[in-house]
């Protein structure tokens, strides 16, 4: 089946798209096409204007801060694999993409594509909401920012406004000493996921563990966040993250659909988050250990 006939412009610039935006109620941005294309063709999504992004240069840049590292809205998910700065300064990103599809549609997909589009599975949306990301929508000539960690309300679904075009994630950069741990369950290497977790174990020497950041992905309608941060000051030993972690998906509803049962997403999201905690522990006392 093929689109429904659509109109196509290229702005060079966020504020001219945006303005695209405002002017047509059934506009939809364009930006590497890797979710959109295939629901046009099976005329779920039928907008009457197409706004390509990719050729904002604005939006394709990677800025770094003192503090933060900014994601332009544009950068494929391929490229921010091979950053650099994503590795060093994002490591729990970086664990992630390399789950996020395939490579040829990492080199078309975007971070903030995947941001926007808000997939319950999307391992991206799920690291920015555990992290507590900053989300940048230009809307109307300003810029409104998001937090990441209630910025997802349901499937496909977030609190940005319809005129708004998502510019840059700002990701606050880990502390030289950190542990991540990411794992999900899919039917194939690559698929979406059926359930997953993320962790970030933040270290300060002569305080210890500072924080902890973890996240559960393709359990609900949106990445939830697990609050285990009674574990800050503990020996972080096994059965005190094992404790942590069930008391905190004691909170947690899991849907039930086709591929699993809501019982099985509680089952295997408290298994993968006590292994992304564990993981990301270890990696610390290896830094430690050097
Ligand atoms: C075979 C295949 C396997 C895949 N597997 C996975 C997977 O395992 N995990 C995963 O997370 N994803 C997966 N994806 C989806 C992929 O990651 C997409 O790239 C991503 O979901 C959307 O990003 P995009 O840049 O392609 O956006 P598009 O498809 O262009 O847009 C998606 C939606 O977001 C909106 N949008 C995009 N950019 C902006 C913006 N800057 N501002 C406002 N709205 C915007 C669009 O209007 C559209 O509604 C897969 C896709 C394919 C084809």
């Known amino acids: 089946m093929k689109p429904v006939r659509f109109d196509y412009k290229r702005p060079a610039t966020i504020d001219e798209a945006c303005g695209l935006l405002a002017g047509d109620d ?54 921010a694999q091979k950053s650099e700065l994503v590795k060093t ?17 990492r ?7 995947s941001v926007a589009h808000a997939d319950p599975s999307a391992e991206i949306a799920l690291v920015t909401a555990t992290l507590g990301a900053e989300i940048t929508y ?24 319809p005129t708004g075009c998502l510019t840059r994630l700002s990701f606050a950069k880990a502390p030289a000493v950190c542990g991540t741990g990411f794992h999900e369950v899919a039917p194939r290497k690559s698929d979406y996921a059926l359930v997953s977790a993320a962790a970030q174990i933040n270290f300060a020497a002569g305080s210890g563990v500072t924080s902890i950041h973890l996240g559960i992905g393709s359990v609900g309608d949106f990445p939830e966040r697990l609050d285990v941060n009674k574990l800050c ?21 899991t849907v039930e ?34």
């Open 89 to 105: 300064h994002i490591p729990l990103l970086a664990k992630a993409l390399g789950h996020v599809g395939h490579p040829p549609t």
């Open 257 to 290: 659909d086709l591929h699993a049962t809501a019982a099985y997403r509680k089952r295997v999201a408290t298994e993968l988050a006590i292994r992304a905690l564990r993981d990301a522990r270890d990696e610390i006392s290896k830094d430690l250990n050097q």
């Open 233 to 253: 000051g503990t020996p972080l030993d096994d059965a005190a993250i094992a404790d942590a972690v069930h008391a905190a998906m004691q909170m947690v509803e």
């Open 107 to 113: 080199a078309r997909g975007t971070v903030g594509g």
């Open 26 to 79: 059934n506009a939809r941005i364009l930006a590497g096409g890797q979710s959109l294309i295939p629901m046009l063709s099976m005329r779920l999504s039928r907008p009457s204007l197409l706004i390509d992004i990719a050729h904002i240069p604005e939006l394709t840049t990677f800025v770094e801060t003192e503090t933060h590292i900014e994601i332009g809205a544009m950068v494929r998910q391929a490229a």
């Open 138 to 161: 230009r809307v109307d000539g300003t810029d409104e920012i998001f937090d990441a960690s209630d910025f997802f309300i349901g499937p496909m679904l977030t609190i940005a406004p």
